[in-house]
């Protein structure tokens, strides 16, 4: 097997792994906040190319998983994003309103913030530096001299 296949190998593996454990985390949100889907989603997308890449090594199932590990790195890079717009006061204000008002509805334990983890979307992104690695035309080269 080669280095490439490896990668790729991983790749599936990391975007199962991140598929099932973004569900667990992000059920509580994902009728409020569409966009809270994209991770699931595009994991998903990720975990069927890259599996379709480890099986049969074509210029197709390449340019496929090059364009998926771009998606996952859009999408971590994103979710960066949404998970510390709070902290760093970056918030629409609709949305200030509506943790304001949750709040006074008692919704949240006094004192319990609700946060994110600040850096879980770099793992997407990880996954999709990955991709991308494996794909990386000067290694087709190195290997063929």
């Known amino acids: 097997m080669s280095l490439r296949r490896a990668l790729v190998g ?16 992000h059920r509580e949100v994902l009728g409020e906040k569409p966009i809270a889907w994209s991770p699931i989603v595009v994991c998903g997308l990720a975990l069927l190319v890259s ?11 390449q340019k496929a ?13 994103g979710g960066l994003y949404f998970h510390n717009a709070g902290r760093l006061g970056l918030e629409r204000e609709e949305h200030k309103a509506e943790t304001h008002e949750a709040a006074e ?3 949240h ?4 913030e609700h946060h994110a983890p600040p850096l879980a979307p770099l793992a997407i992104s990880g996954m999709g530096v990955l991709g991308l690695m ?9 290997e063929e001299s």
């Open 10 to 25: 991983f790749v599936a593996a990391g975007c199962l792994l991140l598929l099932v454990e973004v569900l667990i985390e």
């Open 134 to 142: 494996a794909t990386y035309p000067k290694w087709q080269r190195e």
């Open 65 to 77: 998983l090059q364009i998926a590990s771009v998606l996952l790195l859009l999408v971590g890079i």
């Open 109 to 112: 334990e006094e004192g319990e």
């Open 105 to 107: 509805h008692g919704e």
């Open 51 to 61: 599996l379709w890449a480890f099986a049969q090594w074509q210029p197709l199932a």
